[in-house]
């Protein structure tokens, strides 16, 4: 048997022999992974609940944008302080009445530190919760969709909706920006320019950056979810959870703890603004974020493939 | 993502949606050696189709049982006992009842069969592999309906059965559209395949989780209370649809608390009460196991219950025009007992011996009837 046959039997499982791998397959295909992936998206974003966060997400730059439009109307250009909404958040609210590019720093800006993981939450919280509260989970276990499988499925669902949401907040701000702001080169907060095409480069690594922040939430979320057999439960709880470590996150007591918070290093994707991009809290961020999905993934798996489906 | 795999070259095979191909209908297969000595077990199917022979398919079959327990055991973490060593044996082929009061342990004991529930003890083989660790390769031959249809209430009926079957590693994705809408045709659900399951009734809740079940061709049946909330129509529909998978050569365990139903459809039973299994077997061992009643009908109901005493008869009981009593041993001759009521010159209107139902068979065994188990 040459080396390519060998090969090609460890890959294609189906019978490599002449009998025909027939239609009533009972062998499993590897594939069939992304068929329980496609059939997690279509099911997930077929919500109305789903399509409730995205339509609630998408309306924050809307908001943003007119109320910016609106204070600098009389001629006060930059509005007052320009404190965006994330506190420490670089003020780059002043900035959107001269280029529209900026409303998608800012509305990601507003939305990172509660809508986003809020919605993710809720995605992430309901996951498995909900699916065994509706009783749905014992039929696709039975099926068999496999636990570590299942679960695998279920997470990659949350962090494609991570990045639609962000995905959806920026094409929102990039689309309220160019109707109410003029558009063009920018200037970084280094202070150089950059062209509007950088710019808009910047904007998509940004948006990036922002969903690539929200995998610890989701693994979090997970987790919760494989807690409990109620959806709302879990959901509150996740959200919960997040409003009370953006809470612990702002005690100066607490600041020993504070670099373990998954929101602690979020508004760094301001960085990517920066003329050299500015890396460390980028790093920080991500390299936490990674951490929590790797921690509470692994609780997640190890606490749902133990479990007792019981509803 | 989502087109199937490039497949090394393969004609394509004439696709048969026509549901469950009985595939081991009865074959039986010497007990192999304990060590999995790979001895494919080769079935013939009735369709063009040939299945070819894989893991999942190498199934040796337990003595012919399809579902073999050894004291299996469930105590949930408040302590609470709720399936006591259990040896249950289903036999291939059979349609097998599984009774008892309510929390007598028959769903723990079906979420243990099913790998949804780890057992404290004991072991449970289904399709001749243990569960729950064979569970990839056992359940696509299963077929389940738990506690009741679970559905995707925003997504219509026929989506929600797309959405099970993408579940099934072994379910081809090439053939989904077509075996969903041939299910759904078999429960007769086509009509209102497209309208949201959340304005389903709890009839056709039921037929579609049922439909979720019949996905695939099947060697075992596992179904909760199928007939839950049908019409008599629907019941009738069901009880039919089961025969005639059993008539395929599938293999179905059906729990159920209509003591009628189990008579009518089952061939083997099993009573369960309080977690633990009082009797397994043949439906009419189970009922012979009780014995009938011998029923007088009499204008003179006092000199027949006076006579049947003196001829021995137990447990007499009278009633307005008739008397019953336990049927007399089978050694003695009823014809003798006739002969002796008329002789002492008692009228006999009516003169039978009225077999045990199952139901008698239940109530004497569990000593309660249907109430739930404390």
């Not at chain 2, 969903?180 to 395949?193: C, F, I, K, Y």
Request: with cysteine; charged share 20%; hydrophobic share 45%.
């Amino acid at each position: 048997m040459s080396r390519a046959d060998t090969v090609d039997d460890r890959n294609r499982t189906p019978a490599p022999t002449p009998e025909p791998a027939s239609t009533s397959v009972r062998t499993a295909n590897w594939t069939w992974t992304f068929g329980l992936l496609r059939s997690e998206l279509l099911t997930t974003f077929r919500r109305w609940r789903t399509l409730a966060l995205l339509g609630v997400l998408a309306a924050v730059p809307v908001l943003v944008g007119i109320a910016v439009k609106i204070e600098t109307s009389d001629g006060s250009s930059g509005g007052p302080g320009g404190g965006g909404g994330g506190g420490e958040g670089p003020a780059f609210i002043s900035q959107v009445t001269n280029n529209g590019l900026f409303l998608v720093f800012t509305a990601l800006a507003v939305t990172l530190p509660f809508f986003l993981p809020m919605a993710i939450g809720v995605i992430a919280g309901d996951s498995i919760a909900g699916e065994a509260n509706a009783g749905t989970l014992r039929y696709l276990l039975v099926a068999p969709a496999g636990r570590t499988r299942l679960l695998l499925a279920k997470y990659a669902t949350v962090m494609i909706f991570c990045l639609v949401a962000t995905l959806v907040v920026a094409v929102s701000a990039l689309t309220v920006g160019a109707l109410l702001f003029p558009l063009g080169d920018l200037t970084t907060i280094s202070g150089t320019r950059i062209g509007f095409g950088d710019g808009l480069l910047r904007a998509l690594l940004i948006a990036l950056v922002v969903a690539a922040s929200l995998t610890g939430v989701a693994a979090l979320g997970l987790f919760v979810s494989t807690l409990t057999s109620s959806g709302i439960a879990a959901m509150a709880t996740t959200v919960g959870l997040l409003i009370t470590v953006q809470i612990l996150d702002q005690i100066p007591q607490l600041h020993a703890l504070q670099p373990y918070f998954f929101s602690h290093h979020w508004l760094s994707f301001a960085d990517l603004m920066r003329e050299p991009v500015y890396w460390d809290d980028l790093e920080k961020n991500l390299g936490l974020q990674a951490l929590y999905a790797a921690v509470f993934g692994s609780a997640a798996w190890a606490r749902f493939t133990t479990r007792d489906i019981t509803a | 993502m989502g087109e199937p795999a490039r497949e090394p070259v393969r004609e394509p095979v004439p696709e048969s949606v026509r549901m469950p191909v009985p595939e081991s209908a009865g074959v039986p297969v010497p007990e192999p050696v304990r060590e999995p000595v790979p001895e494919p077990v080769r079935v013939p199917v009735p369709e063009p189709v040939r299945v070819p022979v894989t893991e999942s398919v190498r199934v040796p079959v337990d003595d012919g049982a399809v579902i073999h327990t050894r004291g299996l055991t469930k105590r949930y973490r408040g302590g609470q006992l709720a399936v006591d060593g259990l040896d249950l044996t289903v036999p291939a082929g059979s349609v097998f009842g599984f009774l008892g009061p309510n929390g007598s342990g028959k769903t723990t004991t079906i979420r243990m069969l099913m790998g949804l529930i780890e057992p404290t003890a004991g072991s449970a083989r289904v399709l001749g592999q243990p569960m729950p660790r064979a569970a990839r390769a056992v359940l696509p031959h299963v077929g389940t309906l738990i506690e009741g249809p679970a559905l995707y209430g925003f997504l219509s009926g026929r989506d929600n059965l797309l959405r099970y079957d993408a579940a099934d590693p072994t379910a081809d994705p090439r053939t989904r559209r077509a075996r969903v809408s041939a299910t759904l045709e078999r429960v007769g659900l086509t009509a209102a395949a497209g309208k949201k399951a959340k304005a389903y009734s709890l009839g056709m809740k039921q037929r579609l989780g049922l439909a979720a079940a019949l996905l695939q061709p099947r060697r075992l049946l596992v179904l909760d209370e199928p007939t839950n909330g049908l019409d008599p129509q629907g019941m009738r529909e069901i009880r039919s649809l089961i025969r005639e998978l059993a008539a395929e050569g599938t293999t179905v365990f059906l729990s159920s608390h209509l003591l009628d139903e189990i008579e009518q459809v089952c061939t083997h039973a099993a009573v369960m009460a309080q977690g633990r299994l009082l009797v397994q077997g043949p439906v009419a061992d189970l009922a012979a196991g009780t014995r009938g009643r011998l029923v007088v009908t009499t204008p003179d109901p006092a000199d027949a219950a006076r006579v049947l005493k003196e001829q021995g008869a137990d447990d007499v009981v009278l009633g307005e025009d008739r008397v019953s009593a336990e049927a007399p041993p089978p050694d003695r001759d009823l014809a003798d007992l006739n002969a002796a009521l008329v002789s002492a010159g008692v009228r006999v209107r009516g003169f039978a011996v009225e077999r045990a139902s199952l139901e008698d068979a239940f109530v004497a065994l569990t000593g309660e009837g249907f109430d739930v188990a404390g």
